[in-house]
């Protein structure tokens, strides 16, 4: 899998290719750290290039969701690709991540949340 990392305003983007399984989910868990470490707290993950994604996928994106949630920020998944969406519908991740249509809806819905904890 491939993992491009770039910036919108102060929302950091990353767009996966490939497959997420079990190999990309260690590689993806470790970028994510990376992230949280610099104090990168919103995060739009791009899911249309995504063609598979196993239960380490999954884990991962869960993961990463609680994690930046616990630091006050906050990760939207984009638009995902139709395999990705029916594995989060059937495990029913779809009801605890949150998944924006568009870059453009994620990066509003992340500098909304960014203000609002701002302003807490």
């Known amino acids: 899998m491939e993992i491009s990392i770039g910036m919108d305003g102060d929302v950091v983007v990353v767009e996966l290719t ?3 399984v079990a190999a990309a989910a260690e590689q ?3 970028q994510m750290a990376k992230l949280m470490e610099k104090n990168f707290l919103f ?3 791009h899911l249309d290039r995504v063609n598979f ?3 380490s996928g999954l884990g991962a994106c869960m993961a990463a969701h609680k ?7 906050a990760l939207v998944c984009v638009k995902p690709s139709e395999a990705v969406a029916k594995i989060f519908r ?3 991740a779809d009801q605890k991540l ?3 249509p568009t870059r453009l809806d994620a990066v509003q819905a992340l500098q909304a949340i960014a203000a609002a904890g701002r302003t807490a």
Do not use: I
Not at 67 to 73: L, M, N, V, W
């Open 98 to 100: 949150r998944v924006a």
């Open 18 to 20: 490939g497959d997420f």
């Open 53 to 55: 994604m196993d239960s």
């Open 28 to 30: 993806f868990k470790a």
């Open 67 to 73: 994690a930046f949630a616990e630091k006050k920020g």
């Open 90 to 92: 059937v495990t029913r």
């Open 43 to 45: 995060v739009a993950l």
